[in-house]
């Protein structure tokens, strides 16, 4: 997003054409204007800046191709016959040297044929000489909106490899850096970890990323769904059992904390488990030793226990349904996974993961999402969480076609019209349109943790622009 940085704030050479800039925003969009008439250059200068844009000018290519190379520059407006280089060299030298510009040809007579053929070569569009002013700001304009949409997937991407390169789980915000920092901390050690968090948080990606990083990590997590199973079942799942032991139990056969010895033992919906199944879990976690069902030898092991739940296990010592010597063994230390409609910033990132991974598995090159589909899944709330938008992202991917963006069409309709993140806000007439401003980027900012970034995204305003205003 051009907007994150820094804008090198150019001593427009538009000053010497009697075009003054001070007066713009600090995050104008900026334009260059490349043409060898010095009358034109002075005309767009004037109309441009006088509609809230920077305007940059170079008399030839070379002029504007070292302009691109100086400065940041959201879209060049070209002439394409002038000496030295021409649009058209300066257009694929440009592409390179600044790869987010957006190119817009300015045509005269006769060079409507070059200007198709500069549109192929990855030009906006063209306007052509004598052009009114209506156009020209409408074009540049379109062209503006597309390089912002394109930044703005663009900068998403590079903040997404970013974090890959770190590690798989997909989070930047503070309650889910948090998190990361707690578990990777702990995962070192063979103290028991709890997981908790509602469902779809993230607790068996967790799960999987402590055992990773753990001394453990070379062999396999192994999983029980303490769910899954009726009590005997996911007892001979746990310990094993002996010939015998239940009916069916034809044979012997090892437990999944004998299989997990010096490794990582991940108890899955671990609230679920029955209270006979409780005591023998304490008992494995205290001493480290259990009995197969129907068998009498002492099995030691050496098991790291993450156990995970979406229920309030707290509640449910209160209430009697799970003891409370478990809960303190199990608890020793405690991961709250924070949900998606607390983690705002998180969302986009997410979902551009999620959009490269569908990508990959149906053939797709899908580069993004439109601003009004962003809007819409910031805005959700997310009731089933990381998964719920997974999901959403897949279907998106499926129905979209090859390299379109993905826009409100393709998702699901409870993202766009349901229950909403953001509150309502209450302003009464004869508040001053200042104060309502400054009531409306308040509350956006609460509703994000105070995040400026993410308001400003949300807002549709630069961050820089929320900063100024608080001030
Ligand atoms: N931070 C993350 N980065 C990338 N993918 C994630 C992240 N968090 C969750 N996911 C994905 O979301 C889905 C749900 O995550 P997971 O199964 O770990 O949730 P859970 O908390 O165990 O849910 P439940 O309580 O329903 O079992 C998975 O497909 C997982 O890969
Ligand atoms: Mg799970």
Same mark, same amino acid.
């Given at each position: 997003m051009t907007a994150d940085n820094p804008r090198k704030h150019p001593a427009a050479a538009g000053s010497a054409l009697h075009c003054p800039q001070d007066s713009l925003e600090d995050d104008?969009?900026?334009? @260059?204007? +490349?043409? $060898?008439?010095?009358?034109?250059?002075?005309? /767009?200068?004037?109309?441009?800046?006088?509609?809230?844009?920077?305007?940059?000018?170079?008399?030839?290519?070379?002029?504007g191709l070292e302009t691109l190379r100086r400065e940041q520059v959201d879209l060049v407006l070209t002439d394409l016959q002038m000496p030295r280089m021409g649009g058209m060299d300066l257009?694929?030298?440009?592409?390179?040297?600044?790869?987010?510009?957006?190119?817009v040809?300015?045509?005269?007579?006769?060079?409507?044929?070059?200007?198709?053929?500069a549109m192929r070569a990855g030009a906006?569009?063209?306007?052509?000489?004598?052009?009114?002013?209506?156009?020209? @700001?409408? +074009?540049? $304009?379109?062209?503006?909106?597309?390089?912002? /949409?394109?930044?703005?997937?663009?900068?998403?991407?590079?903040r997404l490899e970013e974090i890959k390169q770190v590690h798989d789980i997909i989070g930047a915000s503070e309650p889910m850096r948090r998190a990361l920092d707690t578990a990777r901390q702990v995962a070192r050690s063979t103290a028991t970890i709890l997981l908790t968090g509602?469902?779809?948080?993230?607790?068996?990606?967790?799960?999987?990323?402590?055992?990773r990083w753990s001394e453990r990590g070379s062999l396999p997590m192994i999983r029980v769904s303490c769910a899954a199973l009726p009590e005997t079942l996911l007892e001979a799942e746990l310990f094993g059992y002996e010939r015998g032991a239940f009916t069916g139990a034809v044979g012997q056969r090892q437990g999944r904390f004998e299989a997990a010895d010096h490794g990582t033992l991940f108890l899955d919906e671990v609230g679920e488990m029955s209270p006979t199944t409780q005591v023998k879990l304490l008992r494995v976690l205290q001493e480290s030793v259990f009995e197969r069902l129907g068998g009498n030898r002492p099995i030691t092991t050496d098991v790291r226990v993450i156990a995970a739940t979406?229920?309030?296990?707290?509640?449910?010592?209160?209430?009697?349904?799970?003891?409370?010597?478990?809960?303190?063994?199990?608890?020793?230390?405690?991961?709250?996974?924070?949900?998606?409609r607390s983690r705002g910033e998180d969302v986009l990132l997410l979902a551009s993961h999620f959009l490269q991974n569908f990508n990959r598995k149906n053939g797709k090159s899908i580069s993004g999402?439109?601003?009004?589909?962003?809007?819409?899944?910031?805005?959700?709330?997310?009731?089933?969480?990381?998964?719920?938008?997974e999901n959403a992202i897949e279907r998106a991917v499926v129905l979209s076609k090859e390299d379109d963006l993905i826009g409100t069409g393709v998702l699901p309709s409870s993202v766009v019209n349901g229950p909403q993140r953001y509150s309502k806000l209450d302003i009464g007439v004869g508040v001053t349109l200042k104060d309502a401003e400054m009531a409306l980027i308040q509350a956006t900012?609460?509703?994000?943790?105070?995040?400026?970034?993410?308001?400003?995204?949300?807002?549709g305003i630069a961050a820089r622009t929320i900063y100024r205003k608080l001030q």
């Open positions: 104008a969009a900026v334009v @260059l204007v +490349v043409d $060898d008439e010095p009358e034109l250059c002075r005309a /767009l200068c004037k109309l441009l800046t006088r509609n809230g844009y920077r305007v940059l000018t170079a008399g030839n290519g070379e002029e257009l694929k030298a440009g592409q390179v040297v600044s790869p987010g510009t957006e190119f040809i300015i045509t005269g007579h006769g060079t409507i044929e070059t200007a198709v053929d906006y569009d063209f306007i052509e000489k004598p052009f009114s002013t209506g156009t020209t @700001l409408k +074009v540049v $304009d379109k062209a503006l909106e597309k390089q912002r /949409l394109l930044a703005e997937n663009r900068s998403l991407r590079e509602e469902s779809g948080t993230g607790k068996e990606v967790f799960a999987s990323a402590i055992h979406n229920s309030d296990l707290e509640a449910m010592v209160r209430e009697g349904r799970f003891r409370e010597d478990l809960y303190y063994r199990l608890n020793v230390i405690n991961i709250e996974l924070p949900t998606l999402f439109t601003p009004e589909a962003a809007a819409a899944l910031q805005g959700y709330s997310w009731p089933g969480n990381v998964r719920e938008l900012l609460d509703s994000v943790g105070g995040d400026k970034e993410t308001a400003a995204r949300i807002l």
